[in-house]
């Protein structure tokens, strides 16, 4: 078994015979006296000649072997070794500059730096590690504090806007990237400068109430989740601003300001994908007349849901989800009878009363084959009612309507295609391209309501409605 100590001698005796190396500093819980039971082992190489640093490494490797069986290399100047019997990890890092290992060795904690340099030929490390140790520690936090809050509140930002997006994995990275500053700022307001790396006793050291909290916020992988998880956070992160903004005065941002800010980023990501279709066609489209978004009925009771039909001015939605969509987030009686709630099944699978030829294979060309609900969707916009349109995504089954609502009414096909394309997530220029192809193969959008049996009234009049 490859013991701790075996690997720091080798490591020892390669820095100093190796030509290119000039010093060796051991970091971590093994220089400041506490490891436990395979600890990491950290060590820092210091190669004043950049240009050798990965061939470095490589031979530091090499002269611990056979007692290495797996090597990781993360970066140019980063090796990760697992030894071969105890799979101990041995971080080994190499620098051009000494100045290099400064926040490494800040967040080491390390009382004593004798017990960090290993090896230092020109007496460069000693001389920088007693400069840091004999620092008085900063006890103005406020900077840093403010650094972390402007961090915080962009990454929560980001979280949103890819929540909206239903983009998973960008909103579960930021969203986690938010937890960090969350950590952060907890850490500075118990004096704790350490903040570099999420200490590994954060929640050991939070008040129980403020544990529990903390433990809830994990970043689901479902996007329905996102939103509340998003809202607990804004909570704890208000909760801990307004000590900060108690315990450090200079910090610019007011409690009642940093709220503000973070619950208008949730309203407008309140429903993914929400849009007035004349926002992508500005002056081609009347504006308040036709919005598309996804489904909506997610938001019942929550305060914004009624702001937001309010400030819209909707009067008619229709809802393109299955019945088995709908089942799962329904609209109660409280919407229905504020807004009109039109149901129009528009199922992707759709196999019956096919007018426009055989199945294509193409998501968006084969909804066209929706008759009946095309028509019924034209018929309700002739009506002249400012309604919006959602499906789930608010993407595919609603981009299609409203595609052919748009080229419906004369407006260009590239103003169209750009609209179609708007809604992001995994719509492609590729989709597009068949869809609109489609139209046009067709025949193009006048024979193509025709043969789904749109009557021409009904087109006449939406065209008025949108674009007089």
């Known amino acids: 078994m490859m013991r701790e100590s075996i690997v720091i001698d080798k490591m020892i005796s390669f820095a100093r015979t190796h030509p290119d190396v000039s010093g060796l500093a051991l970091l971590g819980s093994h220089a400041r006296g506490d490891a436990g039971p395979l600890a990491d082992i950290d060590l820092v190489l210091l190669v004043p000649e950049k240009e050798v640093i990965t061939d470095v490494l490589d031979a530091g490797i090499s002269f611990m072997s056979p007692g290495i069986k797996h090597v990781i290399k993360p970066e140019s100047n980063k090796r990760v070794a697992l030894t071969a019997n105890n799979c101990l990890k041995i971080d080994m890092t190499a620098v051009g500059d000494a100045s290099d290992i400064e926040v490494a060795y800040r967040s080491s904690r390390i009382s004593n730096p004798e017990n960090a340099v290993l090896v230092d030929n020109e007496g460069i490390l000693m001389q920088v590690f007693e400069a840091w140790s004999n620092d008085e520690k ?17 990454s929560f930002e980001a979280a949103s806007r890819y929540a909206r997006q239903n983009d998973v994995f960008r909103f579960y990275f930021n969203f986690n990237l938010s937890l960090t500053r969350y950590g952060r700022l907890v850490q500075l307001e118990q004096d704790d400068d350490a903040f570099l790396y999420t200490p590994r006793r954060l929640l050991e050291n939070m008040g129980t109430n403020q544990r529990r909290a903390t433990e809830r916020l994990c970043a689901p992988l479902e996007i329905s989740k996102a939103r509340p998880v998003l809202i607990a956070l804004k909570a704890e992160f208000l909760s801990e601003y307004f000590k900060l903004k108690s315990k450090y005065s200079v910090l610019t941002r007011s409690t009642e300001e940093v709220s503000s800010m973070l619950q208008d980023i949730l309203n407008r990501d309140m429903v993914w994908n929400l849009r007035d279709v004349a926002w992508v066609m500005p002056d081609t489209f009347n ?17 914004e849901y009624d702001v937001l039909l309010e400030r819209l001015g909707i009067n008619r939605i229709i809802d393109l989800r299955c019945a088995y969509e709908r089942a799962r987030y329904p609209y109660s009686d409280y919407t229905t009878s504020h807004v009109e709630v039109v149901h129009l099944a528009m199922d992707p699978k759709n196999d019956t009363g096919k007018v426009l ?3 294509t294979g193409i998501l968006h060309a084969d909804l066209l084959d929706n008759s009946k609900v095309v028509r019924e969707f034209f018929s309700l916009l002739a009506d002249g009612i400012p309604t919006l349109v959602h499906c789930h995504n608010g993407k595919d089954r609603t981009g299609v309507l409203i595609a052919l609502a748009s080229l419906a009414a004369g407006v260009p096909v590239e103003l169209a295609y750009k609209d179609f394309l708007a809604s992001g997530m995994d719509i492609t220029n590729k989709d597009t391209d068949a869809f609109f192809g489609r139209i046009e193969e067709l025949g193009g959008i006048d024979k193509v309501l025709t043969r789904l049996g749109v009557p021409e009234p009904d087109v006449v009049a939406v065209h008025r409605w949108l674009l007089e």
């Open 138 to 154: 900063d006890s103005d936090l406020s900077i840093h504090v403010s650094n972390e809050v402007e961090k915080f509140i962009e």
């Open 287 to 303: 504006e308040g007349r036709l919005f598309r978004a996804s489904t909506l009925s997610r938001f019942e009771g929550q305060r």
């Open 357 to 359: 030829g055989p199945t």
